[in-house]
């Protein structure tokens, strides 16, 4: 037997030399690194059009620029990434490895649904927040993000500040008749970003002497912000006319490139309806079990007045991260012993349609690790009645099962987990019902552990938040539900405060498919029950992948190719 097994190797020797020697291995090598030089130019091409997205993730070759709007600049993306199609079509999949096989549909994907929204979605007419953004991100990533020096990433920042005009003068220029609720928006998320150029730029660079470039670079971006917050209010709001609604045909279509969805419109919706009603009953009944002489609306509502005054939620948060971050570790999947994440007041640029995010190290960054948590405080300007209704979000019940979703087991270690994907293409391109599935979905397994019914009745409110939000993007974006229609479904179907669902419907306005949170969560259990594994098992071998479409993690997990 010891000869037999000294033998093997040399047999295995023997025979693999001239394998790889033959045809049509030969002819799959070079397949696989024609694929590998398209995805380092795409990568290449990509950052160098969209510079503030390289900042976030990590490559500092172009931090120092805005993207170019223009209409004419923007065309000559549409025309590249056509181009980046057909070269991508020329490749011969079945002769990739597994690996790369996997990632030509996720880079296909990304560059389907680039086109779509380029060409066909067309936000860069349609929506001023398109321009809100890179601007937001480009300078925000300077502020916090430690890659360099601090005098270095001012530097920086007063190049990115110089190229504020000339977006805004694209904006001027590509803009037609956007809807009302998205000129509305963008005036308040343009007054939140000047206030942040004006205040919290130049205070993130306290310690720094500011040069006379900064100087003259910060107050011409803060008169271009000016002027064009004017513009809106005067010249764009009158022509604002146009639906906020892309139709059917683009909602399909973004569903099938950007999730890798190809469900009926119809049949989606009847879905989304009919676990609204079973997740309703659910509600009903875990309240009742809570006290059965109540209406469940009414025990909802009393135990959302158990939260922490406005000055005191952040260190709520605070207080609650080592305990779930042990709770995530021992019972959900591996957490990174280096996990931490700051606690943070959601920047004002965000302020008008996030209640809470995360924001983690790009998948290329070696040198800024923090993460920022951030949570949306009640605008002392409001009246006691609205912050009320905004406080009572964050009730006891409510605030851990928002920080499982971003934090600990959440979006904060998914993308740790997925920064070490060795697929850079699944590193940087993935979808909401992967990353917004898998969080919302950890809701239910930490209530479920829990056992509490007070806890579960609000992670089932937070379900039904998230189904009104996938009944209301298809119903706004395909079936004429108006603004105030979907408001109605929020307080109504959902159970939401009247701020909280205001909030919500006019995120719907812009965020067409924030479906996937339900979607993906309902795609992630289908596949567990598939699979079989010990979940601990399956929870680590899903983050592993990237976050790529659920449909790619299901071939990848099973071997499959179809």
């Not at 009645?385 to 904060?412: D, K, M, W």
């Amino acid at each position: 037997m010891r000869a037999l097994l000294v033998c093997l190797p040399l047999i295995a020797g023997c025979v693999s030399e001239p394998l790889m020697g033959m045809p049509e291995h030969r002819e799959a090598a070079t397949e696989n690194a024609r694929f590998k030089a398209v995805v380092e130019a795409y990568l290449a091409w990509y950052y160098a059009n969209w510079p503030t997205q390289a900042t976030a993730d990590g490559v500092h070759d172009h931090d120092g620029r805005l993207p170019r709007l223009s209409r004419a600049d923007l065309e000559g993306v549409l025309a590249a990434e056509q181009d980046w199609l057909n070269r991508l079509s020329t490749i011969d999949r079945a002769r990739l490895s597994p690996d790369h096989f996997y990632d030509a549909l996720v880079l296909e994907a990304r560059i389907r649904a680039s086109l779509l929204d380029l060409g066909a979605v067309r936000p860069w007419e349609r929506d001023p927040g398109y321009y809100r953004e890179p601007i937001s991100s480009g300078l925000y990533t300077l502020a916090t993000r430690s890659f360099a020096t601090p005098e270095r990433r001012l530097a920086l920042a007063a190049q990115r500040l110089r190229d504020v005009p000339s977006v805004l003068t694209a904006a001027r220029e590509n803009l037609k008749t956007p809807a009302a609720i998205r000129t509305e928006i963008a005036i308040d998320e343009f007054t939140g970003l000047r206030s942040f150029i004006d205040k919290t730029l130049p205070a993130a660079f306290a310690t720094v002497v500011q040069p006379k470039e900064f100087v003259e670079a910060h107050k011409a971006a803060l008169a271009a912000v000016d002027a064009f917050i004017d513009w809106l209010k005067k010249e764009l709001a009158p022509r604002s006319t146009g639906s906020f609604a892309i139709g059917e045909a683009a909602y399909a279509a973004k569903l099938a490139h950007e999730e890798m969805v190809d469900t009926p419109v119809d049949e989606l919706l009847a879905r989304g309806e009919a676990l609204l009603r079973a997740t309703q009953e659910e509600f009903k009944r875990t309240a009742s079990a809570i006290d059965g002489a109540k209406p469940a609306a009414q025990i909802l509502k009393e135990t959302a007045k158990e939260h922490p005054p406005a000055d005191k939620l952040l260190d709520s948060v605070r207080a609650m991260m080592d305990d779930l971050k042990r709770w995530a570790h021992e019972r959900v999947c591996d957490v990174p012993a280096d996990a931490a994440c700051a606690i943070q007041e959601t920047p004002e640029f965000r302020r008008a349609t996030s209640f809470a995010s995360m924001e983690i190290p790009g998948p290329f960054e070696t040198v800024a690790k923090e993460a920022y948590y951030s949570v949306t405080l009640p605008d002392p300007s409001w009246s006691a009645e609205r912050q009320e209704q905004h406080l009572s979000f964050y009730n006891r019940y409510t605030l851990p099962i928002i920080s499982v979703h971003e934090a600990y087991p959440g979006h904060y270690v998914q993308f740790l987990v997925s920064n070490t994907c060795p697929s850079k293409v699944r590193r940087v391109f993935g979808c909401g019902s992967f990353s917004e599935g898998w969080a919302h979905y950890l809701e239910q397994v930490y209530a479920d552990s829990v056992g509490d019914p007070k806890l579960k009745l609000h992670q089932l409110h937070m379900a039904l938040l998230r189904i009104c939000r996938y009944i209301a993007g298809i119903k706004m974006h395909c079936r004429g539900m108006t603004v105030e229609q979907a408001i109605d479904l929020f307080r109504t179907e959902g159970y939401q405060e009247p701020e909280n669902a205001r909030r919500e419907a006019r995120r719907g306005t812009g965020d067409p498919t924030y479906l996937v949170y339900t979607l993906g969560k309902m795609e992630i259990l289908r596949l567990r029950d598939e699979l079989a594994l010990p979940e601990r098992e399956f929870h680590n071998r899903f983050i592993a992948q990237g976050y790529p479409p659920i449909k790619v993690v299901r071939m990848i997990l099973t071997g499959s190719r179809s």
